[in-house]
T-cell receptor, first 116, second 116 residues
């Protein structure tokens, strides 16, 4: 697609429920990133995919968080047993592999999660 | 560990004023990349500029200019003759060089409000 697409744009859920957030990267972009943006915490890295593999999961805050990527394209971020502190905007970004460490990330508009 | 500090949290200016956004970073790497991203109210982060650690040449692009000083670990961004459309959150970020992983460490952002 022309840009990075994320869905849903807004999600309200009850504490304890599971949620899935979807990211459609730019076609041909092999690298995909998930970030979390919350008040007072800024933008926090969650996970990095190269193709379908996730060589860097160091930012996932707990084992309630998981992510997968299929076909080298769409990625799903799953949060199990949601807690109120999970409320945030979850941003997805993708990039092509041109320069090592210097790739420009293209971000989606984010999925705003509210846990009641 | 890498760290990006944006000491200013909110700046408010009147249209046509010049404004400088400060960024200070910490890294042990000798090779790294610095970025500025803009996040307008729509939510998508928009790439503005990338600089590598070997290139201290400062640049002017239209109303934007950047001042990279390795000696003080600063990468400041100036908007000349600000406009209302410049109102956004501005993030400074630092890239680790670990293979193809372009994971970014972000500062907490500066909210710029330009009043007519």
């Amino acid at each position: 697609g022309a840009g990075v697409s994320q869905s849903p744009s807004n999600k309200v859920t009850e504490k304890g429920k599971d949620v899935e957030l979807r990211c459609d990267p730019i076609s041909g972009h092999t690298a995909l990133y998930w970030y979390r943006q919350s008040l007072g915490q800024g933008l926090e890295f969650l996970i990095y995919f190269q193709g379908n593999s996730a060589p860097d999961k160091s930012g996932l805050p707990s084992d309630r968080f998981s992510a997968e990527r299929t076909g080298g394209s769409v990625s799903t971020l799953t949060i199990q047993r949601t807690q109120q502190e999970d409320s945030a905007v979850y941003l997805c970004a993708s990039s092509s592999r041109i320069y090592s460490g210097a790739n420009v990330l293209t971000f989606g508009a984010g999925s705003r999660l509210t846990v009641l | 560990a890498q760290k990006v500090t944006q000491a200013q949290t909110e700046i408010s200016v009147v249209e046509k004023e010049d404004v400088t956004l400060d960024c200070v970073y910490e890294t042990r790497d000798t090779t790294y990349y610095l970025f500025w991203y803009k996040q307008p109210p729509s939510g998508e982060l928009v790439f503005l500029i990338r600089r590598n650690s070997f290139d201290e040449q400062n640049e002017i692009s239209g109303r934007y200019s950047w001042n990279f000083q390795k000696s003080t670990s600063s990468f400041n961004f100036t908007i000349t003759a600000s406009q209302v459309v410049d109102s956004a959150v501005y993030f400074c970020a630092l890239s680790e060089l670990t293979g193809a992983n372009s994971k970014l460490t972000f500062g907490k952002g500066i909210t710029l409000s330009v009043r007519p």
